[in-house]
């Protein structure tokens, strides 16, 4: 094997990402590297002290910058916190004075940014907020994916208007969204189907990724995206993916320069028939492989080939499949970081 | 069925506690109780709003108090808080000032109590502060269980010293525990094991329990506590028991009077041979019985047939395994109460 790996700090990314270097020009990160990791001698050895280092330094990954809090005022709807936005960014929301206020409540919250009072319906909003993003353009909200994202203070609230989800960590917004693991059982051993993302993609390309993950747009309740990415991205049908299990939820909040990231995940957990085999249907996907848990595992803890947010999806599925045991330091402390965002 | 059942608050109990009343005499919970519950034709009923209101007041009742937590002292030893003692029980320790010390640190613990610095080893802090609780007898901690539990201020961390079991409530001492959900699947429908508490237990007579549950004491670690409580209290062999993963972890803290307890309660799996009976051996329960989960989540949300405790484990469980859904309004603030005490 010719590639050199090395994990990097790369500002183009949300988060801290595996890059792949090699002596000369780059090198793409196949299943071979994968399998060279995963089914390295000392998948076995654990060192009770040290064991869990390896996974809670993933979890932080998706959980930087708690120190950069203050930098964020708090946007106000109705009395209510939906979200934190940039106290730099917030120069480029006052020009659209009868959109934005900026308030000092004189209560708890002190300094707020709110929407203008004489947005009253949660469309009138949602098109007064769509008209900013535009005309901030790209060049202060990238990628802009025409997906709306509900803003609302918890899950079980009432939705104050609807947002565009490349813009959602500008305003702080609490995004849900939901994962799935997909299994399958063989001779008693538990084995995973992994996604590698698809090497055009605009964020994490080539690296794995969850069998079935995706935000939660306005309008369509868990269970449903879970079946409809279930097509989309692996082609489940929904006869197999009706199945599918809500297991819990994690939660990560991560503040990089302007963008203050808050998600809520649901967890699901599909056991697969043996025959079946997962197909991309909308192009975002590479290849997928079946892979023993104990080994995905490893992969997690050794290396940064997963898209980082999933490493708390797949770690959350140790803890509830017995893959993580109390006797390794750190345990509680690692079950805890899982809801370390605000999970509500 | 001539029995009437009403739940009230029982003060002779350390938690709100079921109690049972008949028109003339006394009646006691019997399975047909249970069956009747948990076979009602509304079953599969399903109010999204209120749904989960009958899961959340049982988790409610294991952490009563939380107002009332100014009334105690923290307890700490080498800087690290490792309890709390309500300020009045405070006045029965004053008189062993070769044991206890009343100190204000001046820094953020503010006033607090400690024990004696001449007292530098585990072994000398131990015997010390069981000849205080010897001294104050029964009257002022009941129930001596000869069963010592670790002092630390995490699970991981060093213990400083042993205490009575009886006794952790009124030091305020956070307890470790194993609890054990056994299952077998019969025609892909999963059934729990559950265990029928003797009617001459002290606490919580004649009400359901966990198959297998127990304190984890000093010196022995959650695996193998979780074999020897699997041998104990259900007969399960160790070929079995072994075999019982662990998939998380719930906490609670309940203020009741000068009691604080507080509990980090390690959970554990176990898939059991369809052929397998349970068989009490150390003469607590009085009957065990394999009720399909979907009942037992009915007798969880609508009685308070359970010991209180209990109702968090099975809700852990009935979460992991696919019973409770996001669709269901509190779903996240559920999931969240499951850890509420200090789960470290």
Excluded at 47 to 71: A, F, T, W
């Amino acid at each position: 094997m010719s590639c050199k790996f090395s994990s990097s700090l790369s500002p183009s990314h949300n988060f801290p990402s595996f890059s792949v270097s090699a002596t000369a020009g780059t090198c793409k990160l196949t299943w071979d590297h994968v399998l060279h990791i995963s089914e390295s001698k000392h998948v076995t050895q654990q060192d009770p002290s040290s064991y869990l280092q390896g996974y809670s330094h993933k979890v932080q990954l998706c959980n930087r910058g708690s120190d950069k809090q203050s930098e964020f005022l708090p946007f106000v709807i109705e009395g209510h916190v939906v979200g934190f936005i940039h106290n730099r960014f917030v120069e480029h929301l006052r020009r659209f004075n009868n959109v934005f206020v900026f308030t000092n409540d004189g209560g708890p919250v002190g300094d707020c940014v709110s929407l203008h009072p004489l947005l009253k319906t949660a469309e009138e909003r949602t098109s007064a907020v769509a008209y900013v993003i535009e005309h901030l353009g790209e060049k202060y909200i990238p990628h802009i994916r025409n997906e709306l994202y509900p803003v609302k203070s918890s899950f079980d609230k009432p939705t104050f208007f609807s947002l565009e989800r490349a813009a959602a960590p500008y305003f702080g917004i609490k995004a849900y969204a939901i994962h799935m693991s997909g299994y399958v059982e063989l001779d008693g051993e538990k084995h995973l189907w992994i996604a590698k993302r698809s090497h055009s993609k605009s964020t994490y390309p080539g690296l794995l990724d969850h069998l079935v993950a995706g935000g939660l747009p306005y309008g369509i309740d868990c269970r449903e995206n879970v079946v409809k990415e279930c097509e989309e991205e692996a082609g489940i049908p929904r006869s197999i993916s009706i199945k599918a299990k809500p297991v819990g939820a994690i939660s990560y909040m991560d503040i990089d320069g302007y963008r203050y990231q808050r998600y809520v995940v649901f967890s699901y957990d599909l056991i697969l028939p043996e025959s079946f085999e997962p197909k991309n249907e909308d192009g975002e996907v590479d290849s997928f492989k079946l892979i023993p848990v104990k080994h995905v595992a490893e992969v997690i803890r050794k290396t940064q080939f997963f898209k980082p947010n999933c490493a708390i999806g797949i770690i959350d599925f140790l803890f509830r499949h017995g893959y993580i045991s109390p006797e390794n330091h750190g345990y509680l402390d690692l079950l805890r970081s899982l809801i370390k965002g605000d999970c509500s």
